[in-house]
């Protein structure tokens, strides 16, 4: 079976952290999907449900537009149900930047890229592992110009190029693609809710808030189906030591047990 997952980051490199996730579905699900999205945002006004933007206090069309929190909270659950009903599957990691830069060896850091690539190839453990599991391969879109483009590419790049490992993670191909404008690929546009509530877990997590989980969040995230996981400083160096027992083997130790903080 054919799958298609589209994946999106949230935060910057100058941040102290980022996020990669997305989610995947059938191809006829994600063609139900479109229309749909594209009318709730002929109906806001908007032209790129940008999530970051849509929270108080409202940022670029949303401020302009006059939002209130309890508009976005509508529309917020509008979203989500449309996610949730058209995806099967979705995942996202969030990093600590600086963990990535003094606990990863120089050799893995040219392997995947950067910390964009490290939690896409995190999030292909768990897609590919799940569409092996199906039967199925999947194919992977992500934004054209981001800012983790070239590190993304590079982690998938190193995947793909070894037979065994593009097989049991069963990648088919790789794309990236425009979110907004005249071709703008508007399935790319639900990645941004999930990686943007992983980039908040690992904000909070970080500062150490004893709040509970965001009201959006537990409106989004299917337990038992959505994948949330953040990696600092512990989850680093539970990691390292389980790459150690297996002999250097990346793959194999992220397969065997995953770090979770």
Same mark, same amino acid.
């Given at each position: 079976m054919a799958f298609l997952f589209y994946g999106d980051a949230s935060g910057t490199s100058d941040r102290s952290n980022i996020a990669v996730g997305g989610y995947v579905s059938?191809?006829?699900s994600w063609e139900a999907f479109k229309p749909q999205w594209e009318a709730e945002m002929h109906k806001e006004g908007v032209d790129y449900f940008r999530r970051s933007q849509m929270e108080p206090?409202?940022? #670029?069309?949303?401020a302009k537009l006059g939002w209130t929190v309890n508009h976005q909270k509508?529309?917020?659950k509008r979203l989500h149900r449309l996610i949730k009903r058209h995806t099967i599957k979705g995942v996202a990691k969030a990093i600590r930047n600086k963990a990535f830069a003094e606990m990863v060896s120089p050799k893995i850091k040219r392997m995947y890229g950067g910390p964009y690539g490290w939690a896409m190839l995190?999030?292909?453990?768990?897609? #590919?592992?799940?569409a092996r599991r199906r039967n199925g391969w999947v194919s992977y879109f992500f934004e054209a110009g981001d800012e983790g483009q070239g590190q993304i590419n590079t982690a998938i790049s190193e995947l793909y190029g070894h037979p065994k490992t593009r097989e049991l993670l069963r990648i088919h191909s790789w794309s990236f693609v425009p979110k907004k404008g005249q071709h703008a690929v508007i399935q790319l546009q639900s990645a941004d809710f999930i990686a943007f509530e992983a980039y908040k877990?690992?904000?909070?997590f970080l500062a150490g808030s004893k709040r509970p989980a965001r009201k959006s969040r537990k409106d989004l995230i299917r337990k038992g189906v959505d994948q949330l996981n953040c990696w600092a400083d512990e989850a680093f160096s539970r990691w390292l030591v389980r790459v150690a027992e297996c002999n250097g083997h990346v793959i194999n130790s992220l397969i065997t047990d995953k770090p979770n903080t």
């Open positions: 059938t191809i006829e206090p409202f940022h #670029g069309d949303f509508a529309v917020l995190l999030n292909l453990v768990d897609i #590919g592992l799940w877990d690992i904000e909070n």
